[in-house]
């Protein structure tokens, strides 16, 4: 169950409240009957209907295929989801805000932070400081816009336990928030397992979403379970399979709800005849096509971190330094 950050708390907080959009009702064909069959099924907004695959709409309500065809034709009509000018397109973009990690330098090599509607993942090897980075995300997600945040909440899947609420003290205090709201703000699960995991973003995260005006969503580590539950060559086509359901269902958050999604990732050494053991990260092609930005975060001297955008459509490839500190990612 996805929980608050702060455990105790259940009093919703008047910061982030959602802003009216159209209704499932507003959609033609669609009345009470249908509306509560869609929302039972998980596809409680317009948008959410718009993007999800007329195949598991039908699966998941038992309304024909054709049928929910239909249905999510009239709601990408509805909300303009068709072919525009790429100016319009231009347009859209530069109307969203990206999410500031704290850490100018790290802004910086990301063309001025995370991108929403994208995957950014952030992957190195034990300690590098991908948990930091993202318990610091839940803080700045939730700063004003003209400081770099998003004015939203987050969402934090937690498949290795290592969460912290005492580390989201310490970097809100560095931010000048209230401790206590911000982690009212953060709405926390523990995955127990790849199933879970998946069930939590399919089942549980859209009504969190839309109640809360979540903005980030972090996945911490990705491929933890999948790792674990499916190993050798043999199992290798599912775990693949699998993933790549469980990324697509990210990436259509992100885009129904305007999400900064991020995820971690593993390194893993693969022998190579030439060149000796070489370091990637894990997930194979699935992770590496469904992230939109991918992040090699690395220790160098001095207790220090270095950072590579190693695969981003329209960013150099570019590095920089920052260093972990009590009050979380600071530049160097
Ligand atoms: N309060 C703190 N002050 C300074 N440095 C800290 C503090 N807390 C953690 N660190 C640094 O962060 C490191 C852990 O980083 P983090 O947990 O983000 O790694 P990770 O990349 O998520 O690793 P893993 O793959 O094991 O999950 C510690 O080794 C330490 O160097
Ligand atoms: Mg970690």
């Known amino acids: 169950m996805v929980s608050r950050g702060g455990g105790r708390s259940h009093t919703m907080n008047k910061n982030f409240t959602k802003s009216r959009e ?39 309500t038992g309304l024909g295929e054709s049928r929910a065809a239909a249905l999510a034709a009239a709601a990408r009509a509805a909300i303009g989801l068709s072919l525009m000018s790429a100016r319009k397109y231009r347009e859209i973009k530069m109307s969203m805000s990206k999410l500031t990690t704290g850490c100018r330098a790290l802004d910086k090599i990301l063309g001025g932070g995370l991108e929403p509607q994208v995957i950014t ?4 090897p034990f300690g590098s400081g991908k948990t930091q980075i ?7 997600v939730q700063l004003p816009k003209e400081k770099g945040g998003l004015e939203g909440g987050a969402i934090y899947i937690d498949t290795e336990n290592m969460f912290s609420y005492e580390r989201i003290e310490a970097i809100a205090k560095r931010f000048g928030l209230n401790p206590d709201t911000v982690l009212d703000n ?3 699960a523990h995955a127990v397992n790849s199933d879970h995991q998946m069930e939590i973003v399919k089942e549980e995260a859209p009504d969190v979403i839309e109640e809360h005006n979540v903005k980030l969503l972090v996945v911490d580590s990705l491929i933890n379970h999948f790792r674990a539950e499916y190993p050798g060559r043999e199992n290798l086509a599912v775990r693949q399979q699998k993933l790549n359901e469980h990324l697509h269902d990210l990436l259509r ?56 955008i190693i695969d981003a459509p329209k960013l150099p490839e570019a590095e920089c330094e920052f260093a972990i500190t009590d009050e979380g990612i600071v530049d160097v």
């Open 22 to 60: 159209l209704d499932l009702e507003d959609i033609k064909g669609i009345g009470p009957v249908i509306a509560r069959k869609l929302r039972e099924a998980g596809i409680t907004s317009v948008k959410a209907l718009a993007v999800t695959p007329p195949k598991l709409i039908s699966e998941l």
């Open 186 to 188: 953060i709405f926390y």
């Open 134 to 140: 993202c318990h610091q995300l839940c803080v700045t």
């Open 121 to 124: 993942e952030f992957v190195g």
């Open 253 to 308: 958050l992100a885009e129904t709800y305007n999400l900064v999604v991020v995820v971690t990732n593993h390194v893993i050494a693969t022998p190579d005849a030439m060149f000796g053991p070489t370091e990637r990260p894990a997930g194979g092609h699935v992770v590496a096509h469904m992230c939109g930005y991918r992040v090699w975060i690395k220790r160098t001297t001095g207790g220090k971190r270095k950072a590579m």
